[in-house]
């Protein structure tokens, strides 16, 4: 059975930063991908940066230049940065992880990110 922790989450001021922790563990085996999604109240889970082999990255245009996703394969961890948070990033952030030979999905619990003065 696969898990995903995530952790990090919390309030902060506009301008201001927070990091985004997510371990995987059990058995998983052949990452393909790691992602973190968000999704606001009443609105539709969006993907907000993503990792692959060769570390290539992509991000959503609203978060270019001020999140940056990277990874530890030796951990199994993928971690998010985020810089410059606006109260538009307000949302709960997921992990996701893409693995195995059938490229399952799994899922963290989610971690609340509120951005408020």
């Known amino acids: 059975q696969v898990q995903l922790v995530e952790s990090g989450g919390g309030l902060v001021q506009p301008g201001g930063s927070l990091r985004l922790s997510c371990a995987a563990s059990g058995s998983i085996f052949s990452i393909y991908a790691m992602r973190w999604y968000r999704q606001a109240p009443g609105k539709q889970r969006e993907l907000v940066a993503s990792i692959r082999s060769g570390d290539i990255t992509n991000y959503a245009d609203s978060v270019k230049g001020r999140f940056t996703i990277s990874r530890d394969n030796a951990k199994n961890t993928v971690y998010l940065q985020m810089e410059t948070l606006i109260p538009e990033d307000t949302a709960v952030y997921f992990c996701?992880?893409?693995?195995?030979?059938?490229?399952?999905?799994?899922w963290g619990q989610g971690t609340q990110v509120t951005v408020s003065s």
């Open positions: 996701n992880v893409v693995a195995g030979t059938l490229l399952t999905n799994y």
